[in-house]
């Protein structure tokens, strides 16, 4: 069946430092989603990419969709102690209407 | 504020019971989800439904089946609960047009 692989599954960086995760999927997408988990928490939404090639931002936080809606990444510019979490992506495909998340990418933040 | 709500924050069962865990969401949404979250694993489907008695599997359906008698509520039902199926439960409930996700908190299920 379809999958959505994610890395790196954990990430320590200094406080400042950047930080990205990527995902990949095993079919085309219809769209793509993020959400961020705090520890303890539920997912939440973060954005949702629907084109080929679309890039948004959010403050510190820039998304990308591939040309061919197969993978994505999120970047996150010097990182601060509040982005602490598991990201995850999550690719939807309209044919079967399923939303499959990838694994997920725990980020640390190192004071 | 909208809202999915999950009955119990923490579930403790015996082995062999039948455990309920029960969703509601308030938003009108036509597709539900419950997910079963383990480390290092991540969130993955267990079932869905995008109408009223209507149900899919996800991918791992066994030894779980799901109700939907009514479009806000979505039900988890574990027929005879296994020491495996210990984890973390999360429903979620999306809009027609899949434009976001809401989770509710979740339910931290463990068989002894």
């Known amino acids: 069946g379809q999958q959505v692989m994610q890395i790196p599954q954990y990430q320590h960086v200094q406080e400042g430092e950047d930080f990205t995760t990527y995902c990949n999927s095993s079919?085309?997408?219809?769209?793509i989603q993020w959400y961020k988990q705090r520890p303890g928490g539920h997912p939440v939404f973060l954005i949702q990419l629907v084109k080929s090639g679309e890039v948004k931002k959010q403050k510190r936080l820039t998304f990308q969709f591939g040309e061919a809606k197969k993978n994505s990444s999120l970047h996150i510019t010097a990182t601060q102690t509040t982005d602490v979490g598991t990201y995850f992506c999550?690719?939807?495909?309209?044919?079967?209407?399923?939303?499959?998340f990838g694994k997920g990418t725990r980020l640390h933040i190192l004071p | 504020d909208v809202k999915v709500t999950q009955s119990s924050r923490y579930l403790v069962k015996r082995t062999g019971e039948k455990v309920f865990l029960e969703c509601v969401q308030d938003m009108d949404h036509e597709n539900m989800f419950w997910y079963r979250q383990d480390p290092g694993l991540g969130l993955r489907l267990i079932y869905f439904s995008y109408d009223v008695k209507m149900k899919e599997k996800g991918d791992i359906p066994e030894g779980y089946s799901v109700s939907r008698e009514k479009k806000e509520r979505f039900s988890l039902i574990l027929e005879s609960a296994s020491t495996n199926q210990t984890s973390m439960y999360l429903c979620?409930?999306?809009?027609?047009?899949?434009?976001?996700?809401?989770f509710g908190s979740g339910t931290q299920l463990s068989v002894l």
């Open positions: 999550a690719g939807i495909n309209h044919k079967d209407d399923k939303i499959i």
């Open positions: 079919t085309t997408l219809s769209n």
């Open positions: 979620a409930s999306i809009g027609g047009s899949y434009e976001k996700l809401f």
